[in-house]
């Protein structure tokens, strides 16, 4: 699960049509797709930022589509 790098998911949604700020996490290979839906969520602990969320996200040509 990839962390997304941000405060809350509505800070998320406000982000819509931006590049995906985020980290990636995964030993086994990259997480992160320019096109496709990632799953991800927001560690307080490690980001620092914010409350802890979960979201689905679409992304198109390297860029946010939707937040679920």
């Known amino acids: ?4 790098n941000y405060p809350s ?9 931006y590049p995906l700020n985020y980290i990636e996490t995964s030993m086994f290979g990259v997480e992160y797709m320019a096109d496709g839906t990632l799953t991800g969520a927001n560690r307080p602990h490690i980001t620092g930022k914010g409350r802890e969320f979960f ?8 860029l946010i589509a939707t937040v679920k």
């Open 1 to 4: 699960m990839i962390i997304l």
């Open 9 to 17: 998911k509505k800070i998320l949604r406000e982000n819509i049509g």
């Open 55 to 62: 979201a689905q996200v679409t992304m198109r040509e390297g």
